[in-house]
């Protein structure tokens, strides 16, 4: 069977610098750092005390209050970002067969805060007290279930967790399922919402979360003084059609969705592998199925996260994958200016190439002033790049050694 084109019509987010796709994009251009004081809960006793939240985000305003109530917030974001992205495509369900108009959005965590508040009443007032929706708001399949609800999408529903590589799992998983003739159309992405005293406390001794108490100075990727990742939450979905599909009902197209590549390390439990084979490998996959040289590509959204392993070994990844064609490509990470976003992190970032390949804009890595050793890239510091874009890559690596990669491509007949 041939595989059948994918496009992007429609695109929506919430993030720590935009509550939409707009105020994200406007955001990414002004340079601004949504990084801030942790206020969910009290940092007294956390030796990291920043972090990137959602701010100004009242769900009653942008969905149902009733069904909003039954949520996590991970969830919320979910159904507020499907609900903008279907607005932006244009897509009229009633106008759609239902059966063929699928859902794959993810969550590496999914309900820990709700986890959390439980526990704590099991512990303080016996079991009898934890609420009957806990199940529901704390599993992380329930941001696919309730934006296919929501939204009235009855064909393939599911979602993926693979930590960091979640969202870019998703979309991939995704463009298969319309390749493939399993759906006509995809509401595709991730979404998070676990800066909570569990998560913050977990990631810290790990080791793998930024102590820095300058906003603008702890999420600093690839630079010499990075000193691990800024926690953070939000969501990115993105609407994906088969291309005959999307151009019967005259939709705009923002992009083709041309490449995707998945690959495991089979390394490690929280470490990339040294020799960056997995990640380059995925990146190879995504550009062959593209049909893509490494010389066409302008652009690589990085995981970028900030940690000493992560964007050493990405880094001679992309010099694997790319061989003397990554000293003329654009590389940088958006989690500079709204952290890590982990599930939801590949998502936003496929986001900001489709917008970079829409406006010719490539953001620089905010915050980072000096490459540390070995990472020889062109990180696009100190300002932005306004070039063509027709081609940019997104990676996303997750613990566990999960390595996914999305390619997309200006649109062409």
């Known amino acids: 069977m041939e595989k059948r084109r994918v496009v992007i019509t429609g695109m929506g987010a919430i993030t720590p610098i935009g509550n939409t796709v707009e105020e994200f994009w406007n955001g990414v251009k002004e340079q601004k750092v949504g990084i801030g004081p942790i206020t969910k809960f009290d940092t007294t006793d956390y030796k990291v005390k920043i972090a990137a939240e959602v701010k100004d985000f009242v769900a009653k305003e942008r969905m149902d209050f009733k069904s909003a109530k039954r949520m996590e917030a991970f969830s919320q974001y979910a159904i507020v970002a499907a609900t903008e992205a279907m607005e932006d495509a244009g897509l009229k369900m009633e106008e759609e067969d239902p059966y063929r108009v699928g859902v794959i959005i993810g969550s590496g965590i999914g309900g820990l805060s709700s986890m959390e508040k439980e526990h704590e009443k099991i512990l303080t007032k016996g079991p009898k007290r934890v609420s009957p929706m806990l199940i529901p708001m704390m599993i992380s399949n329930m941001a696919a279930g309730n934006v296919s609800i929501a939204l009235g999408c009855k064909g393939?529903?599911?979602?993926?967790?693979?930590?960091?590589?979640?969202?870019?799992?998703?979309?991939?998983?995704?463009?298969?399922?319309?390749?493939?003739?399993?759906?006509?159309?995809?509401?595709?992405?991730?979404?998070?919402?676990?800066?909570?005293?569990?998560?913050?406390?977990?990631?810290?001794n790990l080791t793998a979360l930024s102590s820095a108490e300058d906003p603008m100075r702890a999420s600093i990727p690839f630079d010499k003084d990075r000193s691990g990742f800024v926690i953070g939450e939000g969501a990115g979905v993105v609407i994906l059609e088969e291309l005959e599909h999307a151009k019967k009902r005259g939709a705009r197209i923002y992009a083709e969705l041309a490449g995707y590549g998945a690959?495991?390390?089979?390394?490690?439990?929280?470490?990339?592998?040294?020799?960056?084979?997995?990640?380059?490998?995925?990146?190879?996959?995504?550009?062959?199925?593209?049909?893509?040289?490494?010389?066409?590509?302008?652009?690589?959204?990085?995981?970028?996260t900030g940690t000493h392993h992560n964007d050493l070994f990405e880094t001679r990844a992309i010099r694997r994958a790319f061989g003397d064609a990554a000293d003329h490509l654009?590389?940088?990470?958006?989690?500079?200016?709204?952290?890590?976003?982990?599930?939801?992190?590949?998502a936003v970032e496929l986001i900001t190439c489709v917008k970079s390949v829409e406006e010719g804009y490539i953001h620089p890595t905010v915050g980072t002033t000096e490459p540390g050793e070995e990472c020889d890239l062109d990180y696009v510091i100190g300002g932005p790049v306004h070039q063509e874009v027709k081609t940019a890559i997104s990676n996303s690596l997750g613990f566990g050694g999960h390595n996914a990669t999305l390619l997309v491509k200006k649109y062409e007949e």
């Open 156 to 204: 393939k529903c599911t979602n993926v967790v693979t930590a960091c590589a979640t969202g870019t799992h998703s979309i991939g998983d995704a463009m298969r399922a319309i390749q493939y003739g399993d759906a006509d159309v995809m509401f595709a992405g991730g979404t998070e919402s676990s800066i909570t005293p569990i998560a913050v406390a977990g990631f810290t």
């Open 263 to 304: 690959t495991s390390d089979a390394y490690h439990i929280t470490s990339p592998a040294e020799d960056g084979s997995g990640a380059a490998k995925a990146m190879e996959l995504a550009m062959e199925e593209a049909g893509v040289k490494p010389e066409e590509v302008d652009y690589v959204n990085a995981h970028g």
């Open 330 to 346: 654009k590389v940088s990470s958006t989690k500079s200016m709204i952290g890590h976003l982990l599930g939801a992190a590949g």
